[in-house]
């Protein structure tokens, strides 16, 4: 590892494009905390810094043969992270608006039993769209959503990893809120 250490940042990049797992460890190691430190600047939450630089690198090794490093690696990795931390709290504002929106429109107070009757319908299919979800999957959303674990308690109860345990939630989330998105648009249509 010494002599990696010793490499440019071109050398790494450029072993980094061959796969060379020593050289991303190199990058991984020598841009972490900085990245971090950066990043926390704007998130003030650990976890969250944590989970946007864990998945920078990610995507940096599975995409490693098709990126570009210019101007350099730095920059790169920099601008990168900035990209990602707007696009979180980007993301963010509009779910804060939606739910600002969600709670007005429920304490209206109108119509309660056809509130209750669409509550249920719509617990009833988001209970039907978890039990279709695939078997990891959905046991890491329940353990995650009903029992309320961690992410690093259910990596450690499952024996898998945080990064997986994430990856899961994620995916169970973009398809619930796909699915239910559909049925959403369906029923608002159908109130007219």
């Excluded at 991984?28 to 704007?42: E, M, N, P, S, T």
């Excluded at 931390?85 to 429109?105: A, G, V």
């Excluded at 674990?149 to 898998?160: G, P, W």
Aim: charged share 25%; with cysteine.
């Amino acid at each position: 590892m010494s002599t990696y250490s010793n490499l440019s940042d071109y050398d790494l990049t450029t072993l980094l494009k061959e796969g060379d797992r020593m050289a991303f460890t190199e990058i991984y190691d020598r841009y972490f905390w900085l990245l971090h430190a950066h990043a926390y600047k704007w998130m003030r939450n650990r976890e969250e810094t944590r989970d946007i630089i864990h998945e920078l690198f990610l995507a940096l090794w599975e995409k490693r043969e098709t990126l570009s490093f210019e101007p350099g690696l730095l920059s790169y990795l920099s601008a990168a992270v900035r990209n990602r931390i707007f696009n979180l709290l980007s993301h963010k504002r509009i779910e804060s608006q939606y739910l600002t929106s969600l709670d007005n429109f429920t304490t209206e107070g109108t119509c309660i039993t056809d509130h209750l009757i669409r509550e249920k319908q719509l617990t009833s299919l988001i209970e039907n769209e978890i039990a279709g979800m695939p078997g990891k999957m959905r046991e890491v959303f329940e353990l995650s959503r009903k029992e309320n674990l961690s992410h690093k308690a259910i990596a450690v109860q499952l024996n898998i990893s945080e990064l997986t345990v994430r990856k899961h939630v994620q995916h169970a989330l973009k398809l619930l809120r796909f699915k239910l998105g559909i049925y959403l648009i369906v029923s608002f249509l159908n109130t007219f």
